[in-house]
């Protein structure tokens, strides 16, 4: 059994500015989707300045795709009650599923606006997501939330008191998702991007390898405490939104192998 660390939620505070690890964890994610694309930028005929413009498009796409997506799915009573609840981001909320929506709505209005295959793009993006998926992760374990569900595992930790739970050590679920979802995420899409040439396979295997990884861990990750189970006493509703995920992913790549190689357009953006 281990304790949980005792980290300072707050990274830097000059006065009565504040800056939270958490929102430091989404800089860092979106820096590093910057730079990588800057050094791939050329596969799809973008400039620096393109892959910077389409970092802001899917910032504006994560924030406000992750906060709808979360009130509408894990806070809705919370919205109805006060509407202008949704704008306020610092007190938390933010739903991986519904930013996933947001950055594939930015990415369609980028594409059409750069002149690219929308398939094109979400394969160059995909291996970029990775690292901001891991490090919000990381920002989820300094914030003491994503709490797993009591164990008697070794590594089990016991969460601070303050804020809830009880003395039983749990799974650190997040450090989990860190694991799989940043680390061997970025490794096997980064890799299998670099070889695979056929449009709509990297996208695919993200939505597979993502949904999977969460499907699993949700099965140590303490259930969302204002929805519980969904279904069957056991499936939660991180689960419930990953199974429709991973089946995209396989009919994508099932679609993308019996695509004639070479039979699409090539860019006409620089």
Known sequence: ???????????????????YWYGLMYVIGLAAAWWLGRRRAHRI?????DVGDLIFYGAVGIIVGG????????????LLAN??????????GMSFHGGLIGVLVAAL??????????????DFIAPLVPIGLGA????????????????????????????GFGPEPRHPSSLYEFAL?????????WWFSSRSHQRGMTSGL???????????????????????????DWMTMGQLLSLPMILAGLVLMAWARRRPFGSENRTVSS
């Open 136 to 163: 919000g992760r990381i920002g989820n374990f300094i914030n003491h939330e994503l709490p797993g569900r009591v164990s008697d595992v070794p590594w089990a930790m016991v969460y601070p008191s303050m804020m």
């Open 181 to 189: 979802e940043g680390v061997v995420m970025f490794v096997v899409l």
């Open 67 to 78: 906060r709808v997506g979360y009130a509408l799915v894990y806070g809705f009573d919370q």
């Open 206 to 232: 993200f939505l597979v390898l993502y949904g999977s990884f969460r499907f699993a861990v949700e099965f140590v990750r303490r259930p969302d405490p204002q929805l519980g189970f969904i279904a069957f």
């Open 83 to 92: 509407p202008l609840w949704l704008f306020k981001i610092w007190e938390g």
């Open 45 to 49: 005929g973008l400039s620096h300045d």
């Open 109 to 122: 209005l980028f594409a059409r606006k750069h002149q690219l295959a929308f398939f094109q793009l979400t």
């Open 1 to 19: 059994m281990l304790q949980y660390p005792t980290i300072d939620p707050v990274a830097i505070a000059i006065g009565p500015i504040k800056v």
